[in-house]
């Protein structure tokens, strides 16, 4: 049962994250992608529904899959992707109010549309010369002004402090234009900087008189944790091995679990207002924390709160994702180590799962094997698993969740701390060494191939800052260049030197 849940959860978050990554415009089938995305989870079920788990799956059978897997997922899109003369109408796409992104790799394709300048251009010659104005020379010595379907692109070479240069141009577009552009700083993909107008999505949608939906609704983001509330509660009990017709015959027992399902949505709670601070700190528009239940696995899929609207540097950037995945961490750690403390000791099993938590084998962990020796002390020998209490596993389901978050991938949370430490041509390089690596753990641990597959399926770029030339102080780079040693050590297995050396 427990392979068939871990199944069917790696199969709804690998639906949800193909539906909201694939473009609408392309027109490879959703179902197809997915069964393209699912061949190695698939191959793994059926091996341990033949072979059974204490057999793993071999090396020569899974690597193919892992390396086709992507490959056709790949040129699925690329197949769907519409074709030129489809996609040649240079007006922009209908603005809708979200963040403005820039796709370089699109811009640079859509030169050839540069010769229609007539058509593309949004603004007159008397307001394009007047836009040169803009550019002060001792701060930025403007050299071409290049129009595309998406914005309007002032190249050349910047000649003051970058966050001097952005603040002085922006101010000189805005009482040009007013709202009419939103002014972004980027550099390009040979690291040069040049600011871009991209039509104001905003007023766009008041010109239209679309009526937008309210950014917050209390009534909803409480009804959705008061919710998953009892499912996790519910769940708690049912991880601790306790039947759900026992708990439907003696509700009582619903107090048993709710020390779990308290801190489980305590943790998760407060790393989503976390966001929620940094965002009001920075006035970044965003919706309310919204948890997201469900009636199994451990009781929600966590909660999420969305941006609408730009993030103005990549100091906020930064803060915004450290403000989320730091509060919940320092919540998570001493909550993992109280109830690592008050966990039972129990023999090894031959073989043992992520959510085998009556036979808990940390080893797969380098932070959770240390934590559980000094928890324990030399209770926990080599030959010992691990009995979790009910606080130990909310603080485990929160370190993973968390853990998951702090990758340094795409739109999570350590993907934006690595966009705001490195850059983003750097931050695209360390997310595909971060695919890789996860696949290579995969082999070690087979456990994590379902963190494979949503690594491979997680984009690798994300929304930048609309200043995102300016670099941040070093105490931001050394809290960015800990993180990812954190994460490594939540995913890297306990080396087996180590494990010798510390005799467990």
Sequence with gaps: MEVWLLFFVMGVLTYALIRRTVPPENKAPLSLLWLVMMLPASAWLVWILIFGATQPMPLLLMLPLLILSPF???????????????????????????????????LDQAAALKKEGSKLRPISTKEEKALRDC???????????????????????????????????????EQLFG????????????????????????????????????????????????????????????????APEVIQQNPSM???????????????????????????????????????????????LGAYTQRKSPIPHRQALFDFAVAGSWVGMLLTLPCLWVGLGLSQVVPLPEESTLLAFNEFNPRFSLLLGLMSR??????????????????????????????LQLLPIGQLDGGLMTHAVFGQRTASIIAQVTRICMIAI????????????????????????????????????????????FVALIFLPLPAGLSNWLNF
């Design 72 to 106: 056709m997922y790949w040129s699925l899109l690329d197949w769907g992707k519409p074709k030129p003369d489809e996609s040649a109408d240079p007006s922009p796409p209908p603005a809708t109010p979200q963040t403005p992104s820039l796709d370089l790799e699109k």
């Design 135 to 173: 550019f002060p020379w001792g701060v930025y010595y403007l050299q071409n002004i290049d129009y595309y379907p998406q914005a309007i692109l002032c190249r050349g070479k910047l000649r003051a402090v970058p966050q001097e240069a952005y603040q002085t141009i922006r101010d000189n577009i």
């Design 179 to 242: 709202d009419r552009f939103i002014v972004v700083f980027q550099e390009s993909l040979r690291g040069q900087p040049f600011f871009a107008l991209v039509p104001n999505p905003w007023k766009a949608a008041q010109q239209s008189q679309t009526k937008e939906e309210p950014l917050t609704r209390p009534d909803l983001a409480i009804a959705l944790v008061l919710i998953t509330l009892f499912t996790t509660t519910v769940m708690g009990l049912e991880l601790q091995g306790v």
């Design 254 to 300: 619903l107090w048993q679990g709710l020390p779990y399902g308290l801190l489980l949505v305590a943790i998760l709670g407060c790393h989503e207002l976390g966001h929620y601070g940094a965002a009001a700190y920075y006035k970044i528009k965003t919706t309310l924390p919204y948890f997201v239940p469900i009636p199994f696995f451990i009781g929600t």
């Design 374 to 403: 000094l928890a324990l002390g030399n209770q926990f020998t080599p030959d010992m698993a691990l009995d979790l209490h009910p606080v130990a596993i909310a603080g485990y389901m929160a370190l993973m969740l968390g853990g």
């Design 442 to 485: 995969a082999f070690v641990q087979p456990n994590f191939l379902f963190l494979a597959i949503f690594a491979l399926l997680m984009p690798i770029a994300n929304q930048p800052a609309l200043n995102d030339v300016t670099d941040l102080d070093n105490r931001r780079d050394l809290l960015g260049m800990f993180t990812l040693v």
